[in-house]
């Protein structure tokens, strides 16, 4: 969770879990943006792509930024938590050579570094003003809310006696809300909205 809203927040996880023997691997990685810049969506969604398209047919990106879309949005507000990126489940041992995806994993990985830190090298001296950083908060409680709400990972830790110090450890450290905020028209503000009610193509829409 960068300080300037001019830098998105970015999430990334990967995993391989076992049950009676059997293995899968599971996880992805989103942006979520305060302002919309569309060369630092098309370059996020690149390098994604990109690290699917080196492995086989069970690294689909297409299937995988749909799932992404699908997974993380805001049900209760009809919005995306962030503009997507991938997502993925039960790549199994039994259906796929083990080997195969783990080096995918790794190649999505690295992705995540080839597709963010450009972004926020690009960002990092951008001014920023008080209006843009409340911008900012009320969108970071927008990020806690799918968190606490819909989030799988979260809600079965919780719900399970987890360490809750570890499972919140991935919330921004500052959030605020405000009752039924409504940007002004034609803002920059408003224009992230109108992206999130509705997922794109971001390589095609770029």
């Not at 783990?102 to 001014?127: M, N, S, T």
């Amino acid at each position: 969770h960068p300080r300037s809203p001019h830098i998105p927040t970015v999430h990334m996880n990967y995993r391989r879990l076992t049950r009676e023997g059997a293995g899968w691997f599971g996880g992805g990685a989103d942006l979520t943006p305060y302002y919309l810049d569309l060369e630092d969506a098309r370059h996020f969604h690149q390098s994604h792509k990109d690290a699917c398209d080196r492995h086989g047919d069970f690294a689909d990106y297409a299937a995988f930024k749909k799932a992404c879309d699908g997974y993380f949005h805001n049900h209760h507000r009809s919005e995306g938590r962030g503009i997507g990126g991938t997502f993925f489940d039960y790549l199994t041992d039994d259906d796929n050579d083990r080997d195969a995806v783990l080096a995918f994993v790794r190649d999505a990985g690295e992705a995540l570094l080839k597709g963010y830190l450009p972004i926020a090298r690009r960002h990092k001296d951008d001014p920023v003003s008080d209006e843009e950083r409340k911008w900012q908060l009320l969108r970071r409680g927008r990020y806690v809310e799918f968190n606490l709400l819909h989030d799988r990972g979260t809600t079965f830790g919780i719900k399970t006696n987890g360490r809750v110090e570890s499972i919140l450890m991935s919330m921004p450290p500052l959030v605020s809300w405000s009752y039924r905020h409504e940007p002004a028209q034609g803002s920059r503000e408003a224009e992230l909205l109108d992206a999130l009610k509705s997922p794109r193509d971001w390589l095609e829409h770029c």
